[in-house]
């Protein structure tokens, strides 16, 4: 990973267009080849970003003032007019473990695998923790219509999760092979604000009985 803190004006051009004035902010390209522009305040989430695959160039202008130039395979571009750099530096973060999820999402996670149907009638499991660049999804899913279907699974559903989510669907509908791939949210509780946010992406929630999905795993066991 590279971080780096400058002085920098950002534009973005693609489905829509938005501009970040000159200020001090944070720069940060992963090695996923990500590229992230970070304030020092008001969220956790960056004020711009560029999703991967895209592709990173480092030039000036005519009057020989640093700009970053990065670009998407679908050609959206991101322009970082750098004024002055802070600091720069580089770091290998080695292998990322994962996250570890406590035992509540963790076990729901396994049962919604053994019944994916409690989400959906006719959904089916393909595999659970499927990896895309940036981190797996908890279960993919096929519906009734043979469609694959991307589950995000949480113990309390809020905003992040939705966003979470979004990012996951917008790699995998890449694929040829998955596209169209529509997304369904999980959780025992789902925060009004997180429904409204995934309703607008097209994500439906689904909101999950833990004990009763327990008790319908103790019954099938009872069965054998």
């Known amino acids: 990973m590279r971080v780096v803190v400058a002085r920098c004006q950002v534009d973005y051009a693609g489905r829509l267009t938005a501009h970040l004035p000159m200020a001090t902010r944070l720069l940060m390209i992963k090695a996923d080849g990500s590229v992230l522009v970070h304030s020092d305040g008001g969220s956790y989430k960056p004020l711009n970003w560029m999703s991967p695959p895209c592709t990173l160039r480092e030039g000036t202008t005519d009057e020989g ?4 130039t ?14 002055e750099v802070l600091s720069d530096t580089a770091h290998d ?10 035992g509540v999402e963790k076990h729901l996670q396994e049962l919604l695998a053994e019944h994916p149907a409690t989400l959906a009638d006719g959904l089916t499991l393909v595999r ?5 660049a940036i981190g797996p999804v908890d279960l993919m899913c096929r519906d009734a219509a043979g469609s694959s279907v991307a589950v995000e699974i949480k113990r309390r559903g809020e905003i992040d999760g939705v966003e979470q989510l979004t990012r996951y669907l917008e790699l ?12 369904i949210f999980a959780a025992q509780e ?12 097209g994500i439906t929630c689904a909101v999950v009985d833990y ?9 099938e066991d009872r069965l054998f």
Not at 65 to 68: C, F, I, Q, R, T
Not at 177 to 183: E, I, Q, S
């Open 211 to 219: 004990d009763a999905l327990r008790g319908l795993d103790s019954s």
């Open 93 to 102: 973060l080695g292998v990322d473990p994962g996250l570890q999820k406590d």
């Open 128 to 132: 659970r923790e499927y990896p895309t």
């Open 70 to 83: 990065v670009t998407s395979r679908t050609d959206d571009t991101l322009r970082i007019l750098i004024e």
């Open 172 to 183: 995998l509908n890449r694929d040829p092979l998955l596209a169209p791939v529509r997304g």
């Open 65 to 68: 003032v640093a700009l970053w």
């Open 190 to 201: 789902i925060k009004p604000q997180a429904r409204v946010l995934a309703t607008d992406r």
